[in-house]
């Protein structure tokens, strides 16, 4: 903004100036510095020491990393959770992201009744707990209870299935796509957001040239929406790299079955606080944390330099 | 006009599919709650009866559990760190948008890295720090950690909020000589009360629901929140499936009927923070 502000503020001595900035922004700055900034960097700190016998901290470089990366005890465990997060975020953005925009696009038919109720319950599962979700359909997918086995059947294709959680192969990607169903809702309302903010007139121009709704959709609406798809990915990449209450909640601090849906979040909480026979270890603890610090800044910056840069909002 | 029909059908039964997608394993956990075991397992899908009601997992859930506790713990955390949220937030908010000071611009983006990098990874030295300062296993640590967590965000919407109040309102207050915390708490604070929905909905829902610092930061019965409460009462009860779908439903239905009352406000809310 380039006009200057009150002349009544612009003349008040520094001092009181200096104080009222104080006043109104010393509590925010200093709770969010202390609980937020100064762990984030004393975790980083933290990640280069290492502790003795006696349980003395002893400054080590960046040997917890080449452990944490090169070191077969440590690294297989790493490495396989890494890559099973990798699979977690690659079915969000392949599922979760599509079934979001098109249901965004449906939503946002003109004329279109009852849209309010569909978002309401479409919405609805985003906002449980993810503890509670994971638990629900724990019980439903258990061959225990059939619900899920029994629905299959009423539809013809009872022989598809399997105790999905229970296997190795499918346990992950499983859990994907129960938090897909649940957070399917926060595509759904910034797509649906920036749907709303498309200009009437360029999409009467194009109905007057006789394009259907499925092409206004797919040629003017979804190119003008890509800024938010690039932000909606961005926030998959950042929740889904640092997601951890899903898996903890049915699978357990252990990830099974053999560490089959092992995701960093769960690997950092093994590693921080131990787990059975492996005693918490907060400097390696701390390692894991700095290496998801990076994962996610990397992902946040790739955002932020190329996506957006290429992807300049249309001028509304 | 016939095909317009049959399209607009079509979309109708594609939503609603979807709808019974999302919301039908929300309703086989709350049906199956009211159920006698017996019933939960031979009729899964039929609603209570008469002959099938039973309250038998509440009463367990209430008997073996501080549900009560938990609850309140939770509701005290979520609503003292919502109200200092909005406090704070709104304060800076006012101050980095209305006043010109040299590094407002480095100020708002320091307080902005927030919005992207989650907290939950500084939590070494968080709980390391919580146990120095001794208040490891309190609610007060948890309400710190989510001020510091629910701020970033809510400054910045609430930014956007202070730029659309006009800026007569206070120019007139200050040549009335009014002071600026007076301008402040009286003419600007009551004009962002609609900024309060789209607020809540991103401090409230995260913190009511998270898993994560309550597990690493509280450790006693009387101070866990009831999302970790009923997580350890499920691991624990996990084969008494009357328990376990009472539990399911206890934690559902508050957020149900919540989310029901206010869901226009919070997807306006929701849907208006998210042009920006």
């Not at chain 1, 452990?67 to 977690?88: C, E, M, R, V, Y």
């Not at chain 1, 979700?133 to 029994?150: D, Q, T, Y």
């Not at chain 2, 979807?18 to 075991?37: E, T």
């Not at chain 2, 409230?204 to 509280?218: A, H, S």
Request: glycine share 8%; with cysteine.
């Amino acid at each position: 903004m380039a006009e200057p502000f009150s002349q009544v503020v612009a003349s008040m001595p520094r001092g009181r100036f200096l104080a009222l900035l104080a006043l109104f922004l010393g509590p925010a700055v200093a709770v969010y510095t202390l609980f937020s900034i100064y762990p984030l960097i004393a975790t980083m700190g933290l990640s280069t020491y290492t502790t003795d016998s006696s349980g003395a901290y002893q400054f080590h470089g960046l040997s917890n990393f080449v452990t944490l990366l090169g070191d077969p005890d440590w690294s297989g465990h790493f490495w396989n959770a890494a890559k099973n997060n990798l699979i977690f975020f690659i079915v969000h953005m392949l599922v979760q992201n599509p079934i979001g925009i098109a249901l965004a696009g449906l939503l946002s038919l003109p004329g279109l009744k009852l849209k309010g109720l569909y978002r309401t319950l479409i919405f609805l599962p985003t906002m449980l707990s993810v503890v509670i979700v994971g638990f629900s359909w724990n019980l439903i997918l258990s061959p225990l209870w059939g619900v899920a086995e029994g629905a299959l059947k009423a539809v013809g294709l009872g022989s598809l299935f399997a105790p999905w959680l229970g296997l190795p192969s499918t346990a992950l990607v499983t859990l994907a796509l129960i938090s897909v169903w649940q957070f399917v809702g926060i595509p759904l309302m910034l797509i649906y957001a920036a749907l709303l903010n498309i200009p009437e007139e360029l999409v009467d121009a194009a109905r007057v040239d006789g394009l259907g709704h499925f092409r206004i959709f797919l040629h003017i609406k979804l190119p003008l929406v890509l800024p938010t798809i690039g932000l909606i990915s961005v926030l998959t990449f950042v929740g889904n790299f640092n997601a951890f209450d899903l898996i903890y909640s049915v699978k357990g601090a252990l990830a099974g079955p053999n560490f089959a849906s092992d995701i960093l979040g769960t690997y950092f909480y093994r590693t921080f606080f131990g787990f059975q026979l492996q005693l918490g270890n907060p400097t390696m603890g701390a390692a894991v944390a700095t290496v998801m610090f990076f994962i996610i800044l990397a992902g946040v910056c790739l955002y932020l330099f190329i996506v957006q840069r290429r992807l300049r909002r249309y001028a509304f | 006009m016939f095909k317009q029909r049959a399209q607009i059908l079509g979309v109708h039964a594609i939503l609603i599919a979807y709808c019974a997608l999302a919301i039908g394993p929300i309703l086989l956990v709350v049906m199956n709650s009211f159920k006698a075991r017996k019933a939960i397992f031979g009729a899964p899908l039929a609603p209570p009866n008469t002959d099938t009601f039973s309250l038998v997992g509440y009463a367990k859930v209430f008997s073996a559990s501080h549900v009560g506790t938990y609850f309140m713990n939770s509701l005290i955390v979520t609503l003292v760190s919502m109200g200092l949220v909005l406090l704070f937030g709104a304060m800076a908010a006012w101050a980095l948008t209305e006043y010109r000071f040299r590094g407002s611009t480095a100020l708002a983006l320091f307080l902005s890295i927030g919005i992207m990098v989650p907290i939950r990874l500084g939590s070494v030295a968080i709980v390391t720090m919580m146990r120095k300062a001794g208040l490891n296993d309190t609610l007060t640590a948890l309400i710190l950690v989510y001020i510091a967590q629910g701020l970033p965000l809510s400054i910045f919407i609430l930014s956007e909020f202070v730029q659309q109040i006009p800026k007569d309102l206070r120019d007139a207050a200050r040549c009335d000589g009014v002071p600026e915390t007076r301008i402040f708490f009286e003419v600007i604070a009551p004009l962002l009360r609609p900024a309060i929905a789209t607020v809540a909905v991103f401090t409230i829902v995260p913190i009511w629901n998270d898993l994560w610092f309550p597990l690493i930061l509280t450790s006693s019965d009387s101070t866990h929140t009831i999302t970790l409460g009923v997580q350890q009462f499920l691991g624990q009860y996990i084969t008494d499936w009357n328990s376990v779908l009472a539990a399911l439903s206890m934690a559902i239905l508050p957020v149900v009927a919540i989310y029901v009352i206010f869901s226009r406000q919070l997807i306006s809310g929701l849907t208006a923070g998210a042009v920006k």
